[in-house]
């Protein structure tokens, strides 16, 4: 096995990239939209083991934000509240749907498990970052070259799917933590989200475009922890770059919404977000 392939296969700790998918399943079953206001703020969540006691990664709380704002600022508590609506066994259930081989069942990985505590690989978790491109459809990876068509099966509600692309490539959504000149922004269509796991150890961003999906890995092969490089820092700068080189001469669009959905004009709250249309 070459360094290359282990690497691909090497099953890693993958932070925040797994909130797409929590928020997609929440949005299919219409618990959340989009414009649903989510408390960001202090949580002590019983378990068996004890208290779960989520932290944001900048330790501090936002309030009250919609969705759009929790996934595209990957802000922790939320995306925790959103896992005990859909439970750790369903969100178990819809990684496996996305080909994502988790060694243990939902229970082991309890409420964590909004935070990336399982361990996939840089390859799985690229193909199901596919499929959220392909509108929910999954398919098996194949080696190219082959003449082998794929065979998509449906892994999530593609009205889901395309609203949470939709978040994913929005800029300003992502400032609150991000900053409005990230390197996640490109000057053509894309939807991005990073990941740091816990020590350091592993950081990521994975999307897409209209065309190409690229997973991006960053860290020591050995497990050690990295100092102060995160997803931003560390993979985000990687994938900028190959998706720079990818459509140098290449266009990229944002897809057309899928049937069943809506887009209508929401107004929040005094002192919460700016009022806007939502999908």
Do not use: C
Not at 3 to 10: E, F, G, Q, W, Y
Not at 220 to 226: D, H, R, V
Not at 239 to 251: I, K, S
Not at 263 to 278: I, N, S, Y
């Amino acid at each position: 096995m070459t360094v290359r392939r282990a690497t691909l296969l090497a099953a890693r700790q993958p932070g925040s990239t797994l909130k797409p998918f929590l928020y997609a399943q929440a949005i299919a079953e219409q618990r959340l939209t989009a414009a649903s206001l989510v408390d960001d703020s202090s949580a002590q969540i019983a378990t068996s083991g004890g208290l779960y006691i989520p932290q944001n990664y900048d330790r501090q709380f936002k309030g009250w934000v919609s969705v759009r704002t929790a996934l595209a600022a990957s802000l922790n508590v939320p995306a925790v509240r959103t896992l005990v609506m859909v439970t750790p066994d369903a969100f178990h259930h819809q990684l496996g749907e996305l080909g994502l081989p988790l060694r243990e069942n939902g229970d082991y990985f309890g409420y964590s498990l909004a935070l990336g505590s399982a361990e996939v690989p840089l390859l799985h978790l690229t193909n199901a970052f596919r499929s959220l491109a392909n509108g929910g459809r999954f398919s098996p990876v194949v080696v190219l070259p082959t003449r082998a068509r794929p065979a998509f099966t449906p892994a999530l509600d593609a009205r889901a799917a395309f609203i949470v692309g939709d978040i994913l490539s929005d800029g300003n959504a992502r400032a609150r933590t991000f900053g409005t000149d990230s390197v996640l922004a490109t000057r053509f269509w894309t939807a991005v989200k990073t990941g740091t796991s816990k020590d350091l150890r592993d950081n990521w961003a994975l999307g897409y475009s209209a065309r190409y999906t690229v997973g991006v890995w960053v860290g020591n092969t050995s497990g050690a922890p990295m100092w102060d490089v995160s997803g931003t820092s560390g993979a985000a700068p990687v994938w900028a770059a190959v998706m720079q080189f990818l459509h140098q001469h290449e266009p990229s669009r944002p897809p057309a919404p899928p049937a069943g959905l809506q887009h209508t004009h929401v107004q929040f709250g005094p002192g919460l977000e700016a009022a806007r249309d939502e999908w």
